[in-house]
């Protein structure tokens, strides 16, 4: 074999030994997952489902929406696979026929119609994003929606729920790399979607956040609620990290546009709603 030959030869083993070296370090980067200074993993960022699950957390079809007659398929409800483990609910009889007397007027009974806090886990299901700014001792979700939020508490189980409240009291530990919480003292006036699926003030939920990739969270939450349902249950769905450097939540103050729904009746003749144009 010749000097140039083997110059050849050598010269391609290089480039595809570089290109290996290449792949392999961007393959790790990519599967890379964030962690904190104490070597947890960092769950900082805007983060948001993508699902129809806000509509229905159980398997359903595409439905008419709200007033069709005038607003067409602008409020149709998509379709969707549902996010609930096994597919239904285990509701009590008489639980479930107050749910489907919740669905058949959802319009006016979701707690979302007054711009009430969404609660947990129906605050991670909304089509609006939702930030965690995340310390040792410490983190917080902040939500776009009315701007809601919740402080979870990391290894302080003497910290415990003195009322009830809309987006309950989180109590946090590590299992691992799992972050898993458990969030007490709920307002029973919280439902898990818009078809009226509920609970009632005894609702423990367990959450368990765990990264599947640098960009994607694992999320489980375990319902318990004996006076509702039959037996505990679990939601499960991925949460994604919006990368985009520009991103940053925005408001969503919305108890302004609920007022002209819920008080309306009582403004004064001939004035014009709040932030209505003249």
């Given at each position: ?5 083997l110059?050849?030869v ?10 290996l ?5 961007s ?34 079809i595409a ?19 549902g996010?609930?483990e ?6 009590t009889?008489?639980a ?10 959802a ?16 605050g ?12 040792r001792?410490v ?17 302080q ?56 990739g640098?960009?994607h ?34 408001e ?14 009582y ?5 014009t ?6």
């Amino acid at each position: 074999m010749n000097i140039t030959l083997l110059k050849k030869v050598f010269l391609t083993i290089s480039i595809s030994t570089i290109a290996l070296l290449v792949s392999v370090t961007s393959n790790a980067q990519l599967t890379e997952i964030p962690k904190t200074p104490d070597g947890k993993p960092d769950f900082s960022g805007i983060w948001q489902a993508i699902s129809s699950a806000h509509w229905d957390i159980e398997p359903h079809i595409a439905a008419y929406g709200a007033v069709p007659e005038s607003l067409g398929a602008l409020t149709a409800i998509p379709a969707g696979l549902g996010i609930v483990e096994g597919g239904r609910i285990p509701y009590t009889d008489a639980a479930r026929r107050q749910r489907d007397e919740n669905k058949a007027d959802a319009v006016d009974r979701d707690p979302l119609t007054k711009c009430y806090m969404p609660g947990v886990p129906r605050g991670n299901l909304l089509p609006f994003p939702f930030q965690i700014v995340q310390s040792r001792d410490v983190i917080l979700i902040a939500h776009e929606f009315a701007e809601a939020n919740r402080i979870l508490y990391v290894d302080q189980p003497e910290l415990e729920s003195q009322v009830d409240a809309w987006m309950g009291h989180s109590n946090a530990h590590w299992e691992g790399d799992t972050l898993v919480v458990r969030v007490s003292g709920q307002m029973p006036d919280t439902w898990f979607d818009r078809a009226g699926n509920h609970h009632s003030y005894e609702m423990i939920v367990e959450e368990r956040w765990t990264y599947a990739g640098p960009n994607h969270v694992n999320y489980q939450a375990t319902i318990t609620d004996p006076s509702i349902f039959t037996r505990p249950w679990t939601i499960s769905l991925p949460l994604y990290r919006n990368v985009d450097p520009d991103m940053q939540l925005l408001e969503f103050k919305c108890v302004e546009f609920a007022e002209e729904y819920m008080y309306g009746q009582y403004r004064k003749p001939g004035t014009t709603r709040a932030g209505a144009r003249p």
